[in-house]
């Protein structure tokens, strides 16, 4: 329990830095006197420097040990923060936030790893359920941390505040998360030609999907290259799948696992109908009635709650019953929680008490389908390859994310001209295709096994 607690303060640093920076980028731009395009890759540099180093997570693990390789994130991710906050110019703002980034891409997926191989296969629901429930609250507290701070502080604390805790951290880290064991095992030699291939490539398309709805040819460009690099890094590894040849990075041969290839397409498509759908909330809440990012935040806790309580009771559960009538169950939750934001500007609208009812309701829907889904993931492969497990599935959600966001940024703007008088309704119908991904994850959902196999 103690590993667990630690290892989920590494995630919940990355995340609430992510939110807390959202809120602190108007305050930037004034102070270090930049333009809001330049500032705003303080946020864009550091999402596509976590997207650069993600992949690297499973060679990381086998070459240095994964407890190892946690540690060196985590303080690498301390040492951008505190360099973060000793900015002098926007370029050095976005350079050191980049390097925040390279520590923070590697924390959820090695942490992943460390804490199911240390759990072995009968409490995975368990392990994952102790790691969600943090990381639901981060996206609550970020803005009103955030808020506070710039309220009373310098921007700076905004990446200061890391510190103490990311030293906190280390420390129990070093005093609690055990070491390495076993026998000593071969370490993979770095795939260099899969690592040009790979990383630019997820780069590129996390870019070029966040950017194509602003319109002209540099979003649709780095999508297209950054698809076409992906396509070119899957022939290398399966062409390259001999003795003696590197590791790849994402071993594709891992899909040949049925149980596999269900959870990993199940996670992209949550990443798409689920955590994409979340930037919707607040942008309604600011853009429509008018909320601060303090009282954006507030008004999100009853997803975070749903999802903290759903998450505790899904990992207990997990453990014992087959996923596929969990996670069904989770769909059915985040489709019902979801129809009230269908009828924003229709009439009156729905109340608030009925949002805030659908959104705990949402969160409860996303904390018992994320569960057994990882569990699933977790419990198909060896327990060698956990590690490269972790960085698959952590990126293909984080790519679903970002084509779901994509999805609905050009929906909503589209719905935007049809209702220029009635914002409202704009985001009413841009949740129908909230519904419609949703929908679209029950498919691989009916693939998992209708019953638990004895352990």
């Known amino acids: ?11 919940v640093l990355a995340l609430l830095d992510t939110t807390i920076v959202n809120v602190g980028i108007d305050p930037v731009a004034r102070d270090l006197h ?5 500032v705003q ?9 976590i997207s650069l180093v993600m992949p690297l997570s499973g060679w990381a693990a086998g070459r240095f040990g994964a407890p190892r390789a946690w540690l060196a994130s985590v303080v690498l991710f301390v040492l951008g923060s505190a360099l973060c906050g000793l900015s ?7 350079a050191f936030r980049v390097l925040q980034g390279i520590g923070g891409g590697l924390i959820q997926p090695l942490g992943q790893a460390i804490m199911v191989q240390a759990a072995g296969p009968s409490r995975i629901g368990r392990v994952m359920g102790t790691l969600l429930l943090p990381i639901s609250l981060a996206p609550v507290l970020g803005p009103i941390l955030g808020g506070v701070v710039l309220e009373h502080l310098s921007w700076r604390w905004m990446f200061l505040l890391n510190v103490p805790v990311g030293v906190l951290t280390v420390l129990l880290a070093v005093r609690w998360v055990p070491a390495d064991g076993g026998p000593a095992q071969p370490r993979p030699r770095l795939d260099a030609t899969g690592l040009v291939l790979l990383s630019p490539g997820l780069v590129a398309l996390v870019y070029g999907l966040s950017t194509i709805a602003d319109g002209g040819w540099e979003g649709l460009v780095a999508t297209a290259a950054g698809a076409l690099l992906l396509l070119v890094y899957g022939w290398h590894t399966l062409t390259s799948a001999r003795v003696g040849a590197r590791a790849p990075l994402i071993d594709l041969r891992l899909f040949a696992h049925r149980g596999f290839s269900v959870a990993t397409a199940n996670s992209f498509l ?5 955590y994409s759908s979340m930037f919707l909330v607040p942008l309604y809440y600011q853009q429509v009635q008018h909320a601060g990012a303090v009282e954006a935040g507030l008004l999100l806790a009853p997803q975070a709650l749903g999802t903290a309580v759903t998450s505790l009771l899904a990992g207990r559960i997990a453990d014992r019953f087959a996923p596929r009538p969990l996670i069904l169950l989770g769909i059915a939750c985040s489709l019902a929680g979801t129809l009230a934001f269908t009828r ?4 009156d609208g729905p109340a608030d008490w009925l949002l805030a009812a659908s959104l705990t309701l949402r969160g409860a829907g996303m904390g018992i389908i994320v569960i057994p889904g990882m569990a699933a993931v977790y419990s198909s492969v060896e327990k060698s390859q956990v590690p490269a497990a972790a960085g698959a599935v952590n990126v293909l959600n984080r790519l679903g994310g970002a084509l779901g966001t994509a999805v609905l940024t050009l929906v909503l703007q589209r719905a935007r001209t049809g209702h220029p008088e009635h914002p409202a ?3 009413g119908d841009t949740f129908w295709w909230v519904l419609a991904l949703s929908v679209l994850a029950i498919a691989p959902a009916l693939l998992y096994p209708r019953t638990r196999k004895p352990a």
């Open 34 to 38: 930049g333009s809001m395009a330049a």
């Open 88 to 94: 002098w110019s926007t370029g050095s703002l976005v």
């Open 425 to 427: 309704a704009a985001f």
């Open 344 to 347: 924003l500007g229709a009439g």
């Open 41 to 49: 890759w303080v946020s864009t540099g550091y999402l596509l420097a």
């Open 1 to 11: 329990m103690k590993t667990g607690a630690v290892l989920a303060l590494g995630p």
């Open 270 to 274: 949550q990443g798409a109908a689920l």
